[in-house]
Nanobody, 121 residues
Framework: QVQLVESGGGLVQPGGSLRLSCLAN??????????MGWYRQAPGKQRMLVAT???????TYDNSVKARFTISRDNSKNTVNLQMDNLEPEDTAAYYC?????????????WGQGTLVTVSS
């Protein structure tokens, strides 16, 4: 069974940095997922895209983070990372690792359990 395991959340002051990591456990072979990335959900709000990256390196960012966050992935290790710089209180949320795999039946999606990021002084 494939599982996404996240790490790297925590408490940081405004202007600080955090790096989130996600490892896909239970996969065989590299580039198992066509797309990997991160979503976040703030209290009382819907889950929203933060950043994604395909195996070919194409990226998508939410406009609010484009200048501050950087997504990267290692296809050989089936990992995806999110470097978050110049964090703002509005970035406080649970961050979820996301992965999508193309199959004959369509896109199969997998989610991590989430890691909490709190930006506060």
């Amino acid at each position: 069974q494939v599982q996404l395991v996240e790490s790297g959340g925590g408490l940081v002051q405004p202007g600080g940095s955090l790096r989130l990591s996600c490892l896909a456990n239970g996969v065989i072979g590299d580039s198992y997922f066509y797309v990997m990335g991160w979503y976040r959900q703030a209290p009382g709000k819907q889950r929203m895209l933060v950043a994604t990256m395909t195996t070919g390196g194409s990226t998508t960012y939410d406009n609010s983070v484009k200048a501050r966050f950087t997504i990267s992935r290692d296809n050989s290790k089936n990992t995806v990372n999110l470097q978050m710089d110049n964090l703002e209180p509005e970035d406080t949320a649970a961050y979820y690792c996301y992965a999508g795999r193309r199959t004959r039946e369509g896109l199969v999606e997998v989610w991590g359990q989430g890691t909490l990021v709190t930006v506060s002084s």
